[in-house]
């Protein structure tokens, strides 16, 4: 069965730089998530999608910003990255109609340096 | 805002036996309730759900237990196995409005080691 893709899979980056990850949901999945897990860590939500709306917020930096395209793909944008950023980040999607299961992607591990 | 606790942080069973792991919540307004687990590198995933309008669900060796009133729920696990190994995330989600659109708020996880 399909799953949630997640591109990159591992990214290095230096404070300051920049950052984008990709995220493509199940097909037919039309709300994506975003959640942050820091090791250790339960994940905590940052932002989610319905029909290409913004449909929540959670403790997302201002410093990140988020979109979901006509294809239902979503990408994470991180500017000004800072060490505390380090974590995997995962991608969640959800079926069309009024269903409440959350399918998660691999995740993209992210390092500052 | 909702808030979610989980127990025990660690759970070590012998292969065989039973594991349960146990949840509260604070929100009244939460009505569903999946459970995750996450082996190492990987994304949390699915194994089990309960919406509030059930109170027992049950999927061959997982089984999940809601009380509403009281506000907490469980997993349990019967006939354990190494595969089993792993972090287990219970989950507490409201229902969708404008405010809250079907984020979910995790537990802190429990690290399940099955031992041969």
């Known amino acids: 069965a399909a799953g949630v893709i997640q591109s990159p899979r591992h990214l290095i980056k230096e404070k300051r730089e920049t950052a984008t990850l990709k995220c493509y949901p199940i097909p037919r999945h039309d709300t994506v998530y975003w959640y942050q897990q820091g090791p250790g860590q339960d994940p905590q939500f940052l932002i989610s999608f319905y029909e290409k709306m913004q449909s929540d917020k959670g403790s997302i930096p201002d410093r990140f910003s988020a979109q979901q395209f006509s294809d239902y793909h979503s990408e994470l944008n991180m500017s000004s990255l800072e060490l505390g950023d380090s974590a995997l980040y995962f991608c969640a999607s959800t079926p069309r109609g009024a269903s409440y299961e959350q399918y998660f992607g691999p995740g993209t591990r992210l390092t500052v340096t | 805002g909702e808030n979610v606790e989980q127990h025990p942080s660690t759970l070590s069973v012998q292969e065989g036996d039973s594991a349960v792991i146990k949840c509260t919540y604070s929100?009244?307004?939460?009505?569903?309730f999946p459970w995750y687990k996450q082996e190492l590198g990987k994304g949390p995933q699915l194994i089990i759900d309960?919406?509030?309008?059930?109170g027992e669900k049950k999927d061959q060796r997982i089984a999940v237990t809601l009380n509403k009133t009281a506000k907490h729920f469980s997993l349990h696990i019967t006939e354990t196995q190494p595969e089993d190994s792993a972090v287990y995330f219970c989950a507490a989600r409201r229902g969708l409005t404008t405010d809250s659109w079907g984020k979910l708020q995790f537990g802190a996880g429990t690290q399940v080691v099955v031992t041969p």
């Open positions: 929100d009244s307004a939460s009505n569903y």
């Open positions: 309960i919406r509030s309008n059930v």
